[in-house]
């Protein structure tokens, strides 16, 4: 683990990979340290922010060294079933792209869960790791001004769920009628990072 500065009242870990960055932040929500106010997960790195009236950036970086999550912890976090109706635009394309069977690309969409890697782009987008390596495919040439919500995409290594209408580049495989986000709730994202998710198909 490599700690850096991320401004005055934060810490920046890299950790090398996913399943290292859930069981750190874990680790630091676990430790109940002082001052910290958020524990945010990226790809491989995790972002410590501390509130300075509490104690000092510095502090927490010690606190942080000190720490040493167990690597043979078992990750335990929330597991979603999301039904999907394979349908999408580009699933002829994604089809053409990796060499696969509109029926294959489905079936390894849906044959192996992914995880929440972390989120970001907009509330309640989750990028998600973990799939059947063949379906990396690139982005889109050119991206949608509008993609209705609930669609079900993937892009690189990742695929996600936007969970609202929104412009996007990704590759459309099909569409969810799963609620994703709730401003009422708390929190209001339903795919949290480190949430297991299995996509069901429920026909085209």
């Given amino acids: 683990m490599s700690v850096r500065a991320c401004g005055e009242n934060a810490w920046l870990l890299d950790v090398g990979d996913n399943r290292s960055v859930h069981r750190w932040a874990a680790a630091v ?3 109940d340290l002082p001052g910290v106010q958020e524990v945010v997960p990226g790809l ?3 972002l410590v922010t501390v509130d300075p009236e509490v104690t ?3 502090r927490l970086r010690s606190a942080l ?3 040493a999550p ?20 580009d699933l002829a394309d994604v089809a053409q792209l990796t060499g696969l069977t509109v029926d294959e690309v489905v079936t390894a969409h849906t044959g192996t869960p992914w995880r ?3 989120c970001g782009f907009a509330p309640g987008f989750s990028y998600l790791t973990g799939g059947d390596p063949r379906l990396q495919v690139p982005r889109r040439d050119e991206s949608r001004i509008r993609v209705p919500a609930g669609a079900v995409a993937i892009a690189g290594q990742f695929s996600s769920i936007y969970p ?28 949290r990072p480190g949430a297991v998710v299995q996509f069901r198909d429920v026909g085209r």
């Fill in 65 to 67: 060294e000190r720490l």
């Fill in 56 to 58: 000092s950036a510095g």
């Fill in 164 to 191: 609202r209408v929104s412009p996007g580049g990704w590759q459309l495989l099909g569409h969810t009628d799963a609620p994703l986000w709730d401003s009422s709730a708390d929190p209001p994202a339903v795919l």
């Fill in 44 to 46: 491989t790195t995790l």
């Fill in 29 to 31: 929500r676990d430790a």
């Fill in 116 to 118: 929440v890697a972390f």
């Fill in 70 to 89: 167990d690597a043979d912890d078992v990750l335990d976090h929330e597991h979603h079933v999301v039904d999907v109706r394979y349908d999408g635009a």
